[in-house]
């Protein structure tokens, strides 16, 4: 991946999603909460970018944001070479068909009162000229393409299981040929049993159609096999983006080594990383700290963190960081045990279990 | 020369404007709006007065009342008197002589047979009539011939103008009322809602409690009348908006009962469309008080009753006193502007029968404390008075009503001044006035010290009205409590004098004697505390001309005359 | 569905038998006499004869067969008779109103076409009004016009139409005299000239009430129209690339539609219900006057005859709206 030079299919720059916040008798506007609070990052085509995080810490909405189902307050997002952020209304939607969500909740996704095929067919009829009998085709073959039974057609969506709806959502998704797809947690509200199935069924089609996937997700072992690069969000900004396995195997940035400790090892031997509890609670994002965001809870955090906000550069090829501890040797290979005090420091801090 | 020119210009031009309007049916319609709907067109089942005066415009009684209060015959040639043989010297028979050629408004003519008809429909038992008071007394009535009407009175019957006059005994058709006797008069609509009449307009539609058509009766005795083609009765609504109606948007040329605020009445009538009248007939608002002991420690069936007197109302001065510190010029004016005046008499009309008492009119605050003192009733710490340790405390009731409500904490202040502790309560009117003899709350029961309503004398002899007060009329467990006498006043004197009254045929006698009564009860007394006396207040528009109130009859007795002003 | 509707057609005759001696009941409990409203100047022997030949000396319970009987036999049946010329009814007695002696049921044919033109006309007008409020209220949440429309949902909400009307007839027909302040009843709409007069006589009434309805059903509109704007369907079609006509119309409104359907449908009675004080207040000679007039009066057989039929009114358009609903929303089955 890291070698494809070309231009990533989407370019997210400094996107920032604020939400106002009126108070007072006459609703003034006092401040806003900030979700999103520059946000960068690239994904190439045919690439799968994991976007991982705590609750609560922006991911859904960088993904909304991106489709602009939320009029982002500043940056720019570049999907195939146009500036999503600031299309004109008419256009942004001529230009949806390349870009595809899949939702979270898939019963509350689907229109309870259409039924299968018209939810399918429903971007057709606004983005084709086709008539039924084509769209109707369609629909079939989409519906093949997820493993829905043709015969659901003509059903409405309380009448599925989950998982099946879920496989709704997706071949929806699909109806246009889209190059890109945001998948906000799309499994997180099915049983374990079907999630796999329909991780399984997004990375066949990823194969079979070369889609791009922005996948958001806190279940950091479903990250860990679909996506390619993995970024790891912190209260509105990333704190670390880097391919997949190196993320997995060192983290570089506090938060993202807090976090990954959390992860099942199936194996146990190779269980080898001592979990980290992190301290305090996550602070609102209408009022994140002064420095940097993890500051107020980070084990190894110094004067600077929380006097300045560090910004995500790249420590080591293809890994990015936002973090003082690296800021000191730009471009060196880096390691977690440079300053042996912080370390000290982190172990007083953290709790080993 | 110019002047006295137009002076006779003026005065011709007066002479002749009711003759340039004498022509039937050219004037269109004229248009009435009734607070309440009229429900019926049969005065005998509905003694509302709104179905009363509708009634009025299509059936006419033998006789009715103008606007004095004289009898003035309507459907006979004369007023039957002793002096015309038309009564019989011993007070028992009334002959009625009907005009010649009268005809219903179905063109069949009118005999005596029908007023026969009609008292007998009223007479029957299970008829229900509403009415029947007007016949009390009334051994038989027959037919002398086709146009002789010949009532026969069980007694000596000193006012015998009670049956066939005025628009509460209407004449009705027999041909049409013959299957609505007795039990079935309820069930009969039709008649109930079209009855066939005399009168100057005949009923075209009907629509229950919302409006009557009428049109003008090519049958009316008169052929130059009505000057109106038709007319029209809307009811609903209240007060507020029949008189906006007809002073305001002037949309209705007629408004009955627009009892409004006094303030109200004045912005009304400086829209300039119209203009108020009112009607004093014999309605007092009144303060009863209560003879008996209504003490709720009393067992039940003697409290209230005349087996214990009042504790502290049994003193006249504390009645007077009572009276003495009311100022009812500010009460009337206060709730009825121009629909009321002060009065001291529970029969305050007709003039002739009316006492010149007057001594209650100015507020007497001082000589009321002076009063309660000489009765031993002396302030105490806290500003109530008191005799042997008991405080003088008032329960004044009444029923919920603005203007009622208004009375009664203007009232309260006064008597509050004077030392008294008075409690108000205020009762919904269909109990209070419902008389469920298992209800508390009732007027008749009258579990409190003093209360407060209206009432009046039904038409303008005052005997029945006055003979209420008398012993036997006290509500009591033993009649139901189905008596008049809610103060249970008992003078045998006056219950002797009652009597001579009902024994007297001279009217200035019976006048004289009808005055003494109502002072008896009041300034004597003080057992009533009348506090102002109503008319009602009704409302018509500038285009609207004839007009005469009348408080006696139906407000449109006649109507007949009336015309559109051009 | 069907199965459903018939058993709760079934069960509706018990509740129904109930309502109707509850109704009974209470209203004979409730105090006054019809004889509270004659004059003083009658005497008792005369009110006691009149109630008697009422009928309403009877004990309550043989009233109430007998009500029973008249409401369910002799009613229907002389409707029949009135059809088909036959004689089923046999001239028994029907329910005959206290106050005007005449049959309860032909003064509530009379008022029925009054009440459905004026009331059911504000209603209407209310839901015109009251839909693209709620709807634009939504849409545009807490912009200058969601701030209007709550104004006037809360003008709506607190004015009691006795002041409405009031105001309206002040500025209307004492002011500017454009329409008449007392319905005529008696107006037959014929032809252009008669149907303005219609319209300029039904304009005050309909603006009192529809005021009131639209406020109401706005805000259900509004805050349905919101419940289902944050759903993630909504995105999804925004996210197909709808345009937003589609999204907000098609999507956004036929789903908020099932609950505000329904309250309209449960609203309906109250139209045959009529509006006591706006009828009375302008003269229309609808329902709700006849109630108010019979409740005056004491005119127990009108009270307890109006009263049932709205408990009927009530549990069918109860019955209707879920019927509805399990139309409407495909996700409800009644099995």
Redesign the interface.
Known sequence: MLDAKAAPLVQVDGLKMYFPI?SGIL?RHTGNVKAVDGVSFDIQAGETLGLVGESGCGKSTVG?AL?R?YEPTAGAVIIDGENIASLA?EAL?????TM??V???PQ??????MTLAAIIS??LV??TSWNAERRLERVYELMDAVGLNRRFANR?P?EFSGGQRQRI?IA??L??NPKFIVCDEPIAALDVSIQAQVVNLLEDLQEKLGLTYLFISHDLSMVRHIADRVAVMYLGRIAELSPRDALFERPLHPYAEALLSAVNEPDPSLARRPRIILKGDVPSPARPPKGCNFSTRCPKAFARCHAEKPELQEVEPGRQVACFLYDAKPGSTGTTEAPANLRQEHNQQGEYQ | MKLKTALLGAACALTFAPAAFAERGTDGEVKF?FP??V??MNPF?????KDVYAASLVLEPLAGFDADGNIIPKLVTEIPTIENGGISADLTTITWKLLPDLKWSDGSPVTADDAVFTAAYCMD??????Q??KFDGVAKVEAVDASTVKVTFSGPKPNPYTAFVGALSPLLQKAQFTPCLG?A?????DP??MPIGTGPFKVT?F?????V?LAMNDQYRDPAKPAFASA?I?????A??SA??VM??G??DYAWNTQIPPDSQASMTA?GKGEFVVAFGTLVERIEMNMTDPDPALPEGERSTAKHPHPVLSDIKVRTALSKAIDRQILSDVGYGAGGKPTCNVVPAPDAWASDNTGCIAQDMEGAKKLLDEAGWVPGADGIREKDGKKLHILYQSTVNPIRQDFQALVKDWWTELGVDVELKAI?????????AG?P?TFQKFYADVEMYA????GTDPET?LSQYQCVNAPSPDNQW???NMNRYCDPAYDAKVKVLSGTVDVAERQKIAKELNDMVTKDSMTVIPLVHRGTLSAHSNTLGGVQINAWDSEMWNVADWFRVK | MLTFTLRRLLLAIPTLLVISLVIFLLVDLA???P????????????????????GADQPVMVRYVLWLRQFFWVEPATLIDGWFGTNWAGGE?RI??W?????VF??IG??IPQTLTVIGTAYLVGILIALPIGIYSAYRQ?SLFDQLGTLFAMIGFSVPTFFSG?LI?IIF??TL?WF???Y???LSVTDWPSFVKQLQQMAMPVMTLGLANAAVISRYMRSSMLDNMG???V??????????R?VVLK?VL??SMIPVVTVIALGIPSIFGGAIIT?????V?GIG??LI?AI???DLPMVQTLAFIFAVLIVTFNLIADVLYGL????IRYD
Do not use: W
């Open positions: 009126y609703r909304r489709l189902l209304p939607r001529k230009k949806r068909p595809q969500m939702f979270q909740d509350a996704s689907l229109n309870p009162r429903e971007p606004e983005h409405f309380h959502g929806r998704a109806a246009l | 709006t309440q709907a429900s019926i089942l509905s003694s509302g007065t038992p299970a008829g229900g009539c509403a029947l008071s039990a008069a309820p069930t009969c609509t109930n809602n539609g629509t229950v409690n919302d409006t058509t029209v809307k009811g609903g609504g209240d507020e908006g906006r109606a305001e948007t949309e209705f829209a919904d009117p269909s109990v209070f006035f419902g008389g469920d209800s709350d009432n009046n004398s039904d009205y189905q008596g008049e | 105090p006054g006499s004889m509270s409203e004659i004059p003083l100047t009658v005497p008792p022997e005369v009110r006691k004869k009149m109630i008697e030949a009422l007695q005959l109103s106050q005007s002696r005449a049959p032909t003064v009379q008022r807490y009031t007839i027909a004492v005299g008449p302040t007392k005529d009843t008696n759903m993630d369907y995105r999804t079609a925004r996210a197909k690339g709808l345009t937003e589609v999507h036929r789903n009828e009375n207040l302008f003269g000679n006057a006849a007039g005056h009066a004491s409407l929303d495909p996700r």
